[in-house]
């Protein structure tokens, strides 16, 4: 069932997704050379905390930290530890808090100083093609309209779409209906409708789309060691066309002029 969003809750979701982008932005500038990935963990828990949330990811279904971290040929569901991100690294730090009973789920790869060329490469995919994701996140659009047009690019680009993780809608559940997948899926025949909230969150490979686990049962990796990169927003359906809950800057998507 797909819960289409009252207005209340929309504005417990605009609070939720408010806070998950500020932790993003505040963990930005402790992605450096040196720092371990459990260091990250804390400052992002800390912060939450402070702001009377919780992290969503920490005991979900058994997740054992507060956010994401995956790096380099890491897809997604890195968990902080030990590891000590280098210069030249990318990194994928997922937030998801939970504040007032809503939870809001952002992410964003950052380069560790400088840049690889590689690196640059699947990190500028994978952000155009989250932006081309929600740009075509309209009411009254086939919803796999959004798969479609990020497949599409991602192909264009020589890049692969990792099949096996989705976006999903979100609220009162970290993951509610429906699956939003990053490539077509002609079977699919919903519409999209405002009051729906959901992620769009590509996972982009520079190789092969094939992945595997890692001995930790949550890490997912590229099956040929290929970089991967993700962004990942959450958004709103409105009458107008769509908002980016998870940009601070209020970030609107009007519907085309007719
Ligand atoms: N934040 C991830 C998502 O975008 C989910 C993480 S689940 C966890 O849906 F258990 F790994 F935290
Ligand atoms: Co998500
Ligand atoms: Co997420």
């Given at each position: 069932m797909i819960r289409i969003k009252t207005p209340e809750e929309i504005e417990g979701m605009r609070a939720t997704c408010r806070l998950a982008a500020q932790t993003l932005v505040m963990i930005e500038e402790h992605v450096?050379?040196?720092?371990?990935t459990q260091e990250l963990n804390d400052i992002c828990h800390d912060y939450i905390i402070s702001h009377g949330a919780t992290p969503?990811?920490?005991?979900?279904?058994?997740?054992?930290?507060s956010i994401c971290t995956s790096v380099n040929q890491q897809i997604c569901h890195g968990i902080p530890g030990e590891r000590v991100i280098r210069k030249g690294d990318i990194i994928n730090i997922d937030i998801t808090t939970y504040l007032n009973g809503f939870h809001g789920d952002t992410s964003k790869t950052f380069h560790v100083e400088e840049a690889t060329p590689k690196g640059e490469k699947v990190r500028r995919v994978a952000l155009d093609c989250m932006n081309a994701g929600i740009d075509v996140?309209?009411?009254?659009?086939?919803?796999r309209t959004i798969g479609a047009t990020i497949e599409k690019l991602a192909k264009k680009n020589r890049c692969t779409v990792v099949h096996e993780y989705c976006g999903h809608g979100i609220g009162r559940e970290f993951h509610e209906e429906p699956a939003i997948l990053h490539y077509e899926d002609k079977r699919c025949n919903i519409t999209i409708q405002p009051g729906m909230i959901f992620t769009i969150e590509p996972m982009i490979n520079l190789g092969k789309a094939a992945i595997k686990h890692m001995a930790d049962n949550w890490t997912v990796v590229t099956k040929d060691h290929s970089l991967s990169a993700q962004f990942e927003h959450t958004i709103l359906i409105t009458e107008e066309g769509n908002e980016v809950l998870t940009d601070l800057s209020g970030r609107k998507t009007p519907l085309p002029e007719r």
């Open positions: 450096k050379s040196g720092v371990t969503s990811p920490l005991n979900y279904r058994g997740f054992p930290k996140a309209l009411p009254g659009a086939p919803l």
